[in-house]
C-alpha cells in the first residue's frame, strides 16, 4: 500500500525515510514534490567504445535549455530512499503538459537504497529547466514479503549514471 503524505512526514521523523533537505512545504496526499538538481547531461550518441556519451550542461541565467527529442540525464536534488519502504519516482503532471516527460522507464527504487536519484528527462518540445525547481514527486511503498535491499550499482552515486547496459555481454542481455 502507499504511505500518505502524513504517513511520509511521520516516517521522516522516526528515520524510516530519508529525504535531504526535507520540506513539510512539498508533502502531497500520498507523495512529496522533489527537485532537479545541479547536474544535468546531454546523452549523445557515440562511435566510441562504449556507443554513448555525456555532455555536462552549464547553466545560462540559471536555467538549461533542453532541446525536443534529445536525451537528458539530471539528478533529484534531494537524498531519498528508505531501508524500509520502496520509492517511486515520477514526473509532475504539470512538468508533462509542458512536454517533458521525467523518469518514462525506471521510476521504481529499491528498497535501502538511499542517493540523489537519476532522472531521465526527454523533451517533447524545447523547454528550460531550472536546478532547484520542483520536477517530480516520489511516492512511498510498503513491502510484503522479506526485506532485500538494493546493493546495485546505479544506488551507490548521487550525480547522473549512464547505463551500464552496454557493458554487458550481448549474451547476458537476453537473459535479462
Do not use: C
Request: aromatic residues 10%.
Amino acid at each position: 500500500m502507499i504511505l500518505t503524505g502524513q504517513a511520509i512526514a511521520e516516517a521522516i521523523s522516526s528515520g524510516d525515510i530519508v529525504i535531504d533537505p526535507f520540506d513539510t512545504e512539498r508533502i502531497n496526499p500520498n507523495s512529496y514534490n522533489y527537485r532537479l538538481g545541479e547536474e544535468i547531461y546531454q546523452v549523445h550518441a557515440d562511435s566510441g567504445s562504449d556507443g554513448f556519451r555525456q555532455e555536462l550542461l552549464e547553466p545560462a541565467d540559471g536555467r538549461v535549455l533542453l532541446r525536443k527529442g534529445q536525451l537528458y540525464l539530471g539528478h533529484t536534488l534531494e537524498r531519498i530512499g528508505s531501508g524500509r519502504y520502496v520509492t517511486s519516482l515520477i514526473g509532475r503532471s504539470s512538468i508533462g503538459r509542458l512536454g517533458l516527460f521525467v523518469q518514462l522507464s525506471a521510476d521504481l527504487g529499491h528498497q535501502g537504497a538511499v542517493h540523489r536519484w537519476t532522472l531521465e528527462l526527454l523533451p517533447a518540445l524545447d523547454i528550460y529547466v531550472y536546478p532547484g525547481q520542483i520536477i517530480g514527486q516520489v511516492s512511498f511503498w510498503n513491502i510484503q514479503g522479506s526485506p532485500a535491499p538494493y546493493i546495485g550499482w546505479y544506488g551507490r552515486h548521487d550525480r547522473p549514471m549512464p547505463s551500464k547496459l552496454h557493458q554487458v555481454p550481448s549474451a547476458m542481455r537476453e537473459l535479462q
